[in-house]
């Protein structure tokens, strides 16, 4: 029966469209939900933020295995998302004690009693690695869903739909804003006892 023979560019259609809606929906749970949780700054939030950027990275790394989406676009901003990316990861690594001091040479002066008699010595250049790190996976995920965002907005319609997400989403947490503004007890979101 001809009306059961399925038509091949129909479900390569069909299938580049499930994979470009599995990207869409983690770009905007990310515009959505990111800001909700606080802007990714607590547990919560980077939870949401790095599971929006793996999710659509992923989406995305399907269309294109399987040839259902379009092919890679420099957007120009590689370069400076993999500098943001080294220069996080350079704080992180151990350095010998004369290129530390040669990049920042206030470091003994800060840290006086890290020394070999003493506490040891310091061989990074961030004085608080745990958060250096934390900063270093965010970066990531944003740059992940930065670029997944340039490789996903490619016509006039796609960039629409993307700007009426952030401006609905804008205007709800306006609202939302004034809401707890008036009602507020002193917590974000009512129970949310914040220490800064």
Request: aromatic share 12%; net charge positive.
């Amino acid at each position: 029966d001809h009306s059961r023979k399925k038509d091949p560019a129909m479900a390569t259609a069909i299938t580049s469209t499930r994979w470009l809606r599995a990207v869409d929906l983690f770009l905007y749970l990310a515009v959505l939900g990111v800001p909700i949780c606080l802007g990714g700054r607590g547990g919560w939030g980077q939870l949401l933020l790095i599971s929006c950027a793996a999710g659509a990275s992923l989406a995305w790394i399907g269309g294109r295995v399987s040839l259902r989406i379009s092919g890679y676009r420099w957007s120009r901003a590689e370069p400076l998302l993999l500098a943001g990316t080294f220069w996080l990861v350079l704080q992180l690594v151990p350095l010998p004690s004369t290129l530390l001091h040669s990049l920042s040479p206030t470091l003994a002066d800060w840290l006086p009693s890290w020394t070999a008699e003493s506490l040891g010595t310091w061989s990074t250049l961030s004085l608080y690695p745990a958060a250096t790190t934390e900063a270093l996976c965010s970066v990531i995920a944003a740059g992940l869903l930065f670029v997944v965002a340039c490789q996903r907005l490619r016509t006039i319609n796609d960039v629409e739909t993307m700007l009426k997400v952030i401006g609905l989403a804008t205007a709800a947490m306006a609202a939302f804003a004034l809401i707890q503004f008036a009602t507020s007890n002193g917590r974000f979101f009512w129970f949310y006892d914040h220490p800064f």
